[in-house]
Structure formats: structure tokens, C-alpha cells
């Protein structure tokens, strides 16, 4: 068993979606998906460069670390100079976890970030920040981060490197009079998910309340309407929603609160 860890660059763009759609290659909606983070991809490699890494199990790649500078962000108010934010970790073929690709990944990262990071134009980095998400596969990133030495704060995590950390002011979201009787769902071009399920949003949306106008907003190119929104991921009749798709009853209950609302 040999495991390697390469940077990002055009010969490897495509193991990306071997990796995180491995089981999607040819579904048209995930495509789509794919199209707008190739996009991504390509813009931030010759911007910044890599901000990707995958990891190689005997030459197949089997996961990925997704990472960049909080201050590319455009949708981010107060970006922190010099911080990295870590999206993702993601591994998701069962005969590769266990091995340590996951935790090559992130070590790769941490070693970097003390030394001098392309990204950050060869600096090196302040602290890193990730926002843990479950994808049902393998342990929760908070877990597994936690694991790696990550700490928890206020709506996030983080790992000192060469500073300490600082918390970033987040503005909450005032409701906004274009926003009432309509719903706003937010996407990102970053993931190959994202986009997919805006439309399933939508879908349920529309479920729940066939006249609803349900308008999807792609935040990294419009990140003025996705800062009115407080970058809430679902904005309906000016009501920010808290509850995931895949609570069905209590998505669908906030949901018709929020339409109620007058």
C-alpha cells in the first residue's frame, strides 16, 4: 500500500471529480455541478494556485482536502488577512479509509501553512478556520478535526500556526423588503454539490408551496446579494431557515411558519 499526496494543477483537475463524484460522473444535474467548480478551480489555480490536494492510493485517487485564503472570498466581510479557511476533507471510498489519507491531507496542509503556503503567495499562515460539516460518510469532520489537533470557537474551528486566533465579526441577517413573499437559495461554485442541491431545494420549496418564487443566488458571483442575506444558505418570506433538507417534517414545518409570516 503506497498513499501520495499531490497539489492541484490542470494534468489532476479531473481526479477531483473522481474522487467527490465518483458515483456521479454522468448524472446531467451533478455535471452542472461539476462545470461550475471546474470553472472555480481553474480560476483560483491561476490566481492563487493550488488550493487543493489529493491523496493517491496506489495510484487511484481516494480523497481530497479543499482549502483557501478567507480574504478570496468575496461573499466574506471582514476577511482575516493571512487565514486559511479549510472547507473539506473528504475520503469517501470505503476500502481507502482507515488508512490515513485524511490525515495526510491535513498534515500536508498544517506543514505548509507554517512554512509558506502557494495560496498566500508563499507566506505562511496565521491560523486555519473550518466550518465542520457531516456528509454521513465515515466520522463527522468535527471529530476528525477535532482529532487532528483543531480546536472549537464560536461557529467554527481552528489550528494556530504562527499566530493567535481571532474571531471574525459576522453581520446577522436583516430582513430584507425584496425578500418578502419569495425564498432565496444560496449556492457555491466551490462544491460540485452545492448547485445540485439548490435545485432540490427548490423542489422542496415548491412542494411545500407550489406559488412560492423560489430564486437561486450563486454567492461567489453575486456576493453582494449573498452579504444582505448574511450568507444564510435559505432565506423564505425574509425568514432565515435553520432546519436541513433531510429533517423533512421540521424543514417543512419552519418552512410554512416562515410563508405565514406577515
Known sequence: MYIEVRDLDEDNLEDVFRVCSHRKL???????????????????????????KLAYLDGK?????????????????NPREGVMLLNCVYNPFPEARGKGCGKLLVKSLIHESSRGL???????CRFIVANPFNTGEGIPLEQFY??????????EMYMEITASYQPRCRR??????????????????????????????????????PSLTVELIDS????????????????????????????????????????RKK
Open 61 to 77: 485517487p481516494v480523497a481530497q482536502i479543499l482549502f483557501y485564503p478567507e480574504d478570496s472570498i468575496p461573499y466574506v466581510e
Open 220 to 259: 461567489w458571483r453575486n456576493p453582494q446579494e449573498a452579504k444582505k442575506r448574511g450568507n444564510h444558505w435559505l432565506i423564505v418570506n425574509s425568514t432565515p431557515i435553520t432546519s436541513f433538507l433531510l429533517d423533512r417534517e421540521a424543514f417543512s414545518q419552519e418552512v410554512l411558519e416562515a410563508i
Open 146 to 155: 477535532s482529532h487532528m489537533g483543531f480546536k472549537k470557537a464560536q461557529g
Open 26 to 52: 454522468e448524472d446531467p444535474t451533478q455535471r452542472k455541478g461539476m462545470e461550475l467548480k471546474r470553472g472555480w478551480l481553474l480560476e483560483m489555480l491561476d490566481r492563487y494556485g493550488p488550493t487543493t
Open 172 to 209: 446577522p441577517y436583516t430582513p430584507q423588503p425584496e425578500d418578502r413573499d419569495r425564498a432565496i437559495a444560496l449556492y457555491n461554485p466551490l462544491c460540485e454539490y452545492s448547485y445540485p442541491f439548490a435545485l432540490r431545494v427548490k423542489e422542496s420549496l415548491n412542494q411545500i408551496d
Open 118 to 124: 502557494g495560496c498566500l503567495g508563499g507566506r505562511p
